[in-house]
Structure formats: structure tokens, C-alpha cells
């Protein structure tokens, strides 16, 4: 199966033949409309240029992250699990492995400090937060939090709860509900 950072370089690689345009030929279209935000931004290459979600989010991400694609030879996931974070990349692979088998709708959209996972909206997000935890952002509007699944809090506005990750073993059957929870009702 191939990685995340595999499938979002085939995507960049196939952009011309399946879109009509390369990629940094979209980032010019994308500059010039203006929008701020990422979701008018990704309506407006649905809507106007006739793109598939998948490749008008990424478009939008790139866009938003300065108009270039990450640095030739690093990619985003791996800049974020260097260091005193390596330790914790078993734990993101675990989720990313766990996630993988919700659907094939599933969109691993890396980040600078994150990787956000979507369907039509985004349902999670994963975050290297120190240097002995992971962060797991679901968004489970409406069920109540317990002294796992705490509320988001100031974590990140775009969840409404937060799972503190230590170690690959963290990633267990309790956690799995919620994260399949969080992608059924993003669909």
C-alpha cells in the first residue's frame, strides 16, 4: 500500500493529464482568485474549474502553505517526525494504518505541523504536539467527552476532541471507534 507522501506525489505527478493543468500552473489560478480561506477556496476549483475534491484540496493546501510544494527530498511527515519526535512516528503510522481501512475516500493531507484527515470535511488530525506525545483531534460534535476522549479544548480549534498518545500500543480498539466514528459522520 503505498504512503501518504507516495500517493499525494502521484496525485502532483498525474495533475496535468487528469486536470488539464500542472500544478504550479493551478497555484497561479489559485493566487489570483483571492480567497482566504481554504474552503472557498477548494468551492471555487469545484465549482468553476470542474476539479475533483481530491485535487482542488490539494491545490488549496499548497497554496495556503506558501504556493510551493514541500522541499525536494522532504516531505512534510517526515520533517515533523525528526529529531526528538522519531520516536513517535510508529504511533502515526499506527493511526494512518488503522484509518486507511475506514474507506478509500479517505484524503492524508500533511500539513506543517499536522496531517489532516478528510472526507468531504475533515474528521481528525494527527500532531506530533511534544516530544512524547501525539495528539489525536477527532471531530465527534455532540458526544460527550470522558478521560480519554477529552474535549478539544484549546488543542485545536477545528476538533471538538483531543486523545493523548504515548506509545504505538495507545492506538487500540476504544480509540478505533471514535476515529471510525468521526469518519463515518464526515462522509
Request: proline share 4%.
Amino acid at each position: 500500500m503505498a504512503t501518504p507522501e507516495e500517493m499525494g506525489a502521484a496525485m502532483i505527478a498525474n495533475m496535468k493529464e487528469k486536470t488539464g493543468k500542472t500544478l504550479p500552473q493551478w497555484l497561479k489560478i489559485a493566487k489570483g482568485a483571492g480567497f482566504e480561506k481554504h474552503g472557498e477556496l477548494v468551492k471555487f476549483l469545484k465549482t468553476e474549474h470542474g476539479m475533483t475534491h481530491g485535487f482542488a484540496n490539494l491545490v488549496a493546501h499548497t497554496h495556503r502553505q506558501g504556493g510551493a510544494e514541500a522541499p525536494a527530498g522532504k516531505d512534510l511527515v517526515s520533517v515533523q517526525y525528526a529529531g526528538g519526535k522519531a520516536g513517535l512516528r510508529p504511533i502515526y503510522d499506527a493511526l494512518i494504518a488503522s484509518a486507511q481501512k475506514f474507506g478509500a475516500d479517505m484524503e492524508v493531507a500533511p500539513k506543517q505541523a499536522y496531517v489532516s484527515l478528510r472526507r468531504k470535511k475533515q474528521f481528525a488530525l494527527i500532531q506530533p504536539s511534544t516530544k512524547t506525545r501525539v495528539d489525536l483531534g477527532l471531530n465527534l460534535k455532540g458526544v460527550d467527552p470522558t478521560d480519554r476522549l477529552e474535549a478539544s479544548g484549546s488543542f485545536n480549534s477545528m476538533c471538538s476532541h483531543r486523545i493523548r498518545l504515548e506509545k504505538k500500543g495507545d492506538v487500540n480498539a476504544q480509540l478505533t471507534r471514535w476515529f471510525k466514528q468521526a469518519y463515518d459522520a464526515a462522509g
